[in-house]
C-alpha cells in the first residue's frame, strides 16, 4: 500500500482559547480551566501552533504516513478538539437512577458516590469521583460534569459498574445506574 507523503489536520482555536504545545505535550487555557496533555506515545507526529489570516489553528502533522500513522493524526486532532471543547463550554453526561422493587439512593460523599440499598443490600456500593469532575444528583438523575472528558467519561463508567449486576438475569433485573444522554454544556 502507498504512503502518504503529507498527512495533516487543522484544528481551529476560538477567541478566547489558549493552546501551548511543547515537543509533545499540549496545553489549553480556556474560560472554564485548564487541560494538558501528553501526546509522547504519537510517535511521528508533531504538532504545532500556526496561524493564517489572523486565526489560529493547531496543525497535527506526519510524514511519509501509513494506515495506523493516519489514524492517529486525526486521533490527535479529535483530543485536541475535546480539549478546547471542554475548556470553552464543558461536558456533560446525565445518569438515570432505575430500579423496580428496592428504592436506590444515591449520595456524593467527597471524591466518591455511594449507592444504598442496591437490591436490597445493606452494604453500600462505592464508585470513585475523579479528580476535577462534579457529580450532582437530582431526584432520579445523577449529573457528571467537567472539562476533561476522559475524566467525565470514567466516573460515569465507575458509577454504572458499580451498579452492574453479574449473578441475576439483566433481562429481568434491570436495576442500576445507566447513562442516557452525552453532552455539550452550554
Known amino acids: 500500500m502507498a504512503k502518504a507523503v503529507w498527512v495533516h489536520a487543522l484544528v481551529d482555536v476560538p477567541e478566547g482559547v489558549e493552546v501551548e504545545v511543547e515537543g509533545s505535550k499540549v496545553k489549553v487555557r480556556g474560560p472554564k480551566g485548564e487541560l494538558e496533555r501528553d501526546f509522547s506515545h504519537a510517535k511521528g507526529i508533531r504538532i504545532r501552533v500556526v496561524e493564517e489570516e489572523g486565526k489560529k489553528q493547531v496543525l497535527v502533522e506526519t510524514f511519509f504516513a501509513n494506515r495506523k500513522r493516519k489514524a492517529l493524526v486525526n486521533t490527535v486532532a479529535a483530543h485536541i478538539k475535546n480539549m478546547i471543547t471542554g475548556v470553552t463550554k464543558g461536558w456533560r453526561y446525565k445518569m438515570k437512577i432505575v430500579f423496580s422493587h428496592f428504592p436506590i439512593s444515591v449520595k456524593v460523599v467527597g471524591d466518591r458516590v455511594e449507592i444504598h440499598n442496591f437490591i436490597g443490600e445493606k ?21 457528571i460534569e467537567g472539562t476533561d472528558i476522559e475524566k467525565v467519561a470514567q466516573t460515569a463508567a465507575n458509577i454504572e459498574q458499580a451498579t452492574k449486576i453479574t449473578e441475576f438475569d439483566r433481562r429481568v433485573f434491570m436495576d442500576g445506574i445507566y447513562i442516557y444522554a452525552r453532552e455539550v454544556m452550554s
Open 123 to 143: 452494604a453500600p456500593r462505592v464508585a470513585k469521583v475523579l479528580p476535577g469532575v462534579t457529580v450532582k444528583v437530582q431526584g432520579r438523575d445523577v449529573i
